[in-house]
């Protein structure tokens, strides 16, 4: 299963376990079709947009740590939930973007095979001159 199917089906199941009493809201917009709180719910408490939230239920963008806390408090989740929320809203590349670049790049050069060694100068860009 896509981790943004993952993501969405928590972020339904969270929102669906809610009711606007238990998070304070105590105006209503009108009779509710499915029981628990409204994306426009979570999106207040969370302070961002219906739109954000909305595409990020849907998979369509993946949210800064900040907004991963801010929906976790939304949510009122606890520590373990909150941990597994990070855990699927994060992308797994996100990793790799951390990795050390030089570090990447002898990984490779060692992943290429034996006997063969790495250029170091192949990563770099030349200027040409005009």
Same mark, same amino acid.
């Given at each position: 299963?896509?981790?943004?199917?993952?993501?969405? /089906?928590? &972020?339904?199941?969270?929102?669906?376990? &809610?009711? $606007?009493?238990?998070?304070?809201?105590?105006?209503?917009?009108?009779?509710?079709?499915? !029981?628990? &709180?409204?994306?426009?719910?979570?999106?207040? &408490?969370? %302070?961002? *947009?219906?739109? @954000?939230?909305? #595409?990020?239920?849907?998979?369509?963008?993946? $949210?800064? $740590?900040?907004?991963?806390?801010?929906?976790?408090?939304?949510?009122? +989740?606890?520590?373990?939930?909150?941990? @597994? +929320?990070?855990?699927? %809203?994060?992308?797994?590349?996100? %990793?790799?973007?951390?990795? /050390?670049?030089?570090?990447?790049?002898?990984? %490779?050069?060692?992943?290429?095979?034996?006997?063969?060694?790495? #250029? !170091?100068?192949?990563?770099?860009?030349?200027? *040409?001159?005009?």
């Amino acid at each position: 299963m896509a981790s943004s199917t993952v993501l969405g /089906d928590f &972020l339904r199941a969270r929102r669906a376990g &809610l009711t $606007p009493e238990a998070v304070g809201i105590t105006t209503s917009f009108g009779m509710r079709r499915v !029981p628990g &709180l409204r994306r426009e719910e979570v999106a207040q &408490l969370a %302070a961002i *947009s219906t739109d @954000y939230y909305t #595409r990020l239920e849907q998979g369509r963008i993946r $949210p800064s $740590p900040e907004v991963i806390a801010s929906i976790a408090r939304a949510l009122r +989740l606890d520590a373990d939930q909150t941990e @597994y +929320l990070t855990q699927i %809203a994060t992308p797994a590349q996100q %990793a790799h973007r951390d990795t /050390d670049p030089h570090e990447q790049t002898w990984a %490779a050069a060692a992943a290429a095979g034996p006997g063969r060694r790495p #250029r !170091p100068e192949s990563g770099l860009r030349h200027r *040409s001159a005009h």
